[in-house]
């Protein structure tokens, strides 16, 4: 039982690249987010989404965009990566929404320069 | 929309005693949930405690306990005898009670800014 993974855990990227994370949890959670901590901010939702093949807008989504084409994976992208996107990202899962303990993944530092 | 609030950036506690981590929040619901998250040094967050808005009973667990006091809408965690290992950054987060996507609300997190805890010897 592995819980939630993150893959990468570190990436730099250009100005202008793309990329996505992947996260997967093995939980069988219907609820999946993702967030950035930047610091001084605490954490930020991005993206969630609340079953397979759905997703919506949390409080920062400019400049992301998210798929949940299997219950187990929620994958975020960035298209043309910026300086401002560099952050620390965690994907979490949880049973029934925000009600419940989320259970948080190991995170990804991504660096833009 | 919902704001949570930690007024203080850094704590510190000795060994073996006691310290409190403030939080206050803003809603206009009346039924949510409060949780209170740690994030040791390998970033890795962690549920310490849970408190839903509707149970008067503070909740506890082990040397982890909340002062939950609706009306002013503040909710504390007291840690007991502290240990090295209670080092972390805390965070403060709301919920509130929401419904599915295809009803247009859904129930997701809202975070503090954290609270830096340093344990001495």
């Known amino acids: 039982n592995a819980g939630v993974t993150q893959t990468p855990k570190f990436r730099v990227l250009k100005t202008g690249q793309s990329m996505t994370l992947l996260c997967a949890q093995d939980m069988n959670h219907e609820y999946m987010y993702w967030y950035r901590q930047d610091p001084g901010m605490g954490l930020r939702l991005i993206h969630y989404s609340v079953g397979e093949g759905t997703t919506a807008k949390g409080e920062v989504p400019d400049g992301y965009n998210v798929s949940r084409l299997k219950k187990q994976n929620f994958l975020l992208g960035l298209e043309s990566a910026a300086p401002s996107q560099t952050s620390v990202y965690f994907c979490?899962?949880?049973?029934?929404?925000?009600?419940?303990?989320?259970?948080f993944g190991p995170g990804t530092r991504l660096t833009v320069l | 929309a919902q704001t949570v609030t930690q007024s203080q950036p850094e704590m510190s506690v000795q060994e073996a005693e006691t310290v409190t981590l403030s939080c206050t929040y803003d809603t206009s619901e009346s039924d949510y949930y409060l949780f209170w998250y740690k994030q040791p040094p390998s970033r890795q967050m962690i549920l310490v405690i849970r408190?839903?808005?509707?149970?008067?009973q503070n909740a506890t667990e082990n040397r982890f306990s909340v002062n939950f006091q609706k009306a002013a809408k503040s909710f504390s965690l007291k840690i007991s005898d502290s240990q090295l290992g209670d080092a972390a950054m805390y965070f403060c987060a709301y919920s509130n009670r929401g419904l599915r996507l295809d009803t247009g609300t859904a129930s997701k997190l809202t975070f503090g800014t954290g609270t830096r805890l340093q344990v001495t010897l």
């Open positions: 979490a899962s949880s049973y029934s929404g925000g009600i419940d303990e989320q259970f």
């Open positions: 408190q839903e808005a509707y149970k008067q």
